[in-house]
C-alpha cells in the first residue's frame, strides 16, 4: 500500500520569497518515484517535478527544487522567487504500482 | 510535447442518461491511461486504468458496469457513465502514459471534464 500525507491545507507566500511545502509518504514498494504536480484554477494538472527515489540527488527545476530524504520519507517542495502565477493547489504524489496523491496544499502568492 | 485533451470540457445531463467523455494523446501514443475523479477541494482518486486493447483494471468500490471504459487505439481513451444520477457529479481527469518516451511513470494529465447530473 501507498499513502501520501501533506500536513499543510494552506500556505501563503509573499511575491519573490521563497516557500517550502511538506510531503511525507509511506511506501511497500522498493522501487518508486515522487512527483509534485500543480493544480491552478484551471484545473490542469501540471506535472512541476519528478523524483526516482533510487536517486539521491535532489530533483532541480528552475525555481522549484525538492528535499529529498528517503530514510525519513520526506519530499518537500521548494519554490524559490514565488511568482502570482505559483497560486495553486500543489499535490505530492508516489508511484510505486500506481499513482497515489496526497489530499493537497493550497499556495497562494500575494503581491 | 506530452498534450493529453479531454472531451467535453463541460457536460449537463438529466438524471438516468449516459454520458461519454473522450481521452485523447495528442502527441504521443499512449500504452495505457487512467481515469480520476475530484470532488470539490479534494484530491485525485483513481478510477480505473486501461491499456489498449485490453480491459480495464477497477478500483476497489469502483463500479464496472457504471463506468464503462473503452482503450480502442494507443491515442482514444473513453469514459462512459451509464444512467448517471446526481451523486455522479464530479469532475473526471485522464491521464497518459507515452509509450516508448523516457519514463514510463510519468502521466501526463488532461484537462478535465465536469459533469452535472441534474
Known amino acids: 500500500a501507498q499513502t501520501v500525507t501533506q500536513s499543510q491545507p494552506e500556505m501563503s507566500v509573499q511575491e519573490a520569497e521563497t516557500v517550502t511545502l511538506s510531503c511525507t509518504y509511506d511506501t511497500s514498494e522498493s522501487n518508486y518515484y515522487l512527483f509534485w504536480y500543480k493544480q491552478p484554477p484551471s484545473r490542469q494538472m501540471i506535472l512541476v517535478i519528478r523524483q526516482e527515489a533510487y536517486k539521491q540527488q535532489n530533483a532541480t527545476e528552475n525555481r522549484f527544487s525538492v528535499n529529498f530524504q528517503k530514510a525519513a520519507k520526506s519530499f518537500s517542495l521548494k519554490i524559490s522567487d514565488s511568482q502570482l502565477g505559483d497560486t495553486a493547489m500543489y499535490f505530492c504524489a508516489i508511484y510505486g504500482n500506481k499513482l497515489v496523491f496526497g489530499a493537497g496544499t493550497i499556495l497562494r502568492v500575494k503581491s | 510535447g506530452a498534450v493529453v485533451s479531454q472531451h467535453p470540457s463541460r457536460v449537463i445531463c438529466k438524471s438516468g442518461t449516459s454520458v461519454k467523455i473522450e481521452c485523447r494523446s495528442l502527441?504521443?501514443?499512449?500504452?495505457?491511461m487512467f481515469w480520476y475523479r475530484q470532488f470539490p477541494k479534494q484530491s485525485l482518486m483513481l478510477m480505473a486504468t486501461?491499456?489498449?486493447?485490453?480491459?480495464?483494471?477497477?478500483e476497489q468500490g469502483v463500479e464496472k458496469d457504471k463506468f464503462l471504459i473503452n482503450h480502442a487505439s494507443l491515442t482514444l481513451s473513453t469514459l462512459t457513465v451509464t444512467s448517471a444520477h446526481p451523486e455522479d457529479s464530479s469532475f473526471y481527469i485522464c491521464s497518459a502514459v507515452a509509450r516508448g518516451q523516457g519514463a514510463t511513470d510519468t502521466q501526463y494529465f488532461g484537462p478535465g471534464t465536469r459533469l452535472t447530473v441534474l
Open positions: 502527441d504521443f501514443q499512449a500504452t495505457t
Open positions: 486501461s491499456n489498449e486493447g485490453s480491459k480495464a483494471t477497477y
